[in-house]
């Protein structure tokens, strides 16, 4: 099996950007996805591809790729933004969610 | 609308049996990639099992042996019959369906499995 790390916590005030990062051997080869979620609310897809955007996903979200790291980043984050984002990306059907990561913002 | 809705959860005995059903609407979910994943109390999500549109299954490590996952084509739901449960299988289930290469990634409400003497 293999491993995802993201940091457990960030912090940020209304406005400014918010950078998640996701880390693994698996995401030099492999698309890596981008998952907020609420409390008690199922994950909801806010990027994919390491980078593409789904349809009704606000245009602050946005993620980018370099090696082993992805990054899902927050431009301009708002208060609805707080949540925890997971990445998730697989190697030889292991599909693996990282640790998450809980976002603040305030 | 594309929906999925879980059903079968519940309270569950150590060493007991539970089947999840997972029913589909709006798309076929044997052309997609459908996956459950779970989350237990105050924790991360973990995924649990996949099968491929092509019918290939996967599972994790920590579930390989007593849980199965299936699909049937003609009611367009995902199952998982979950045996010999443990009490480190308590969690809210989620039922997924997604496309590799595309923003289609839809999820259940999820159902809770509890499993305690």
């Known amino acids: 099996s293999y491993e995802l790390t993201q940091p457990s916590s960030v912090s940020v005030s209304p406005g400014q950007t918010a950078r998640i990062t996701c880390s693994g051997d698996?995401?030099?080869?492999?698309?890596a996805r981008w998952f907020q979620q609420k409390p008690g609310q199922a994950p909801v897809l806010v990027i994919y591809?390491?980078?593409e955007r789904p349809s009704g996903i606000p245009e602050r979200f946005s993620g980018s790729s370099s090696g082993t790291t992805v990054t899902l980043t927050i431009s301009g984050a708002q208060v609805e933004d707080e949540a925890d984002y997971y990445c998730?990306?697989?190697?030889?059907?292991?599909?693996?969610f990282g640790g998450g990561t809980k976002l603040t913002v305030l | 609308e594309v929906q999925l809705v879980e059903s079968g959860g519940g309270l569950i005995q150590p060493g007991g049996s539970l089947r999840l059903s997972c029913a589909a609407s709006?798309?076929?979910?044997?052309?997609?990639?459908v996956s459950w994943v779970r989350q237990a109390p105050g924790k991360g999500l973990e995924w649990v099992s996949i099968i491929y549109s092509g019918g290939s299954t996967y599972y994790a490590d920590s579930v390989k042996g007593r849980f199965t996952i299936s699909r049937d084509n003609s009611k367009n739901t995902l199952y998982l019959q979950m045996n010999s449960l443990r009490a480190e299988d308590t969690a809210v289930y989620y039922c997924?369906?997604?496309?590799?290469?595309?923003?289609?990634?839809?999820w259940g409400q999820g159902t809770t499995v509890t499993v305690s003497s």
């Open positions: 709006g798309f076929t979910v044997s052309n997609n990639y």
């Open positions: 997924r369906s997604w496309e590799l290469l595309s923003g289609m990634d839809v």
């Open positions: 998730y990306s697989a190697t030889d059907n292991n599909w693996v």
């Open positions: 698996v995401l030099a080869k492999k698309y």
């Open positions: 591809k390491d980078s």
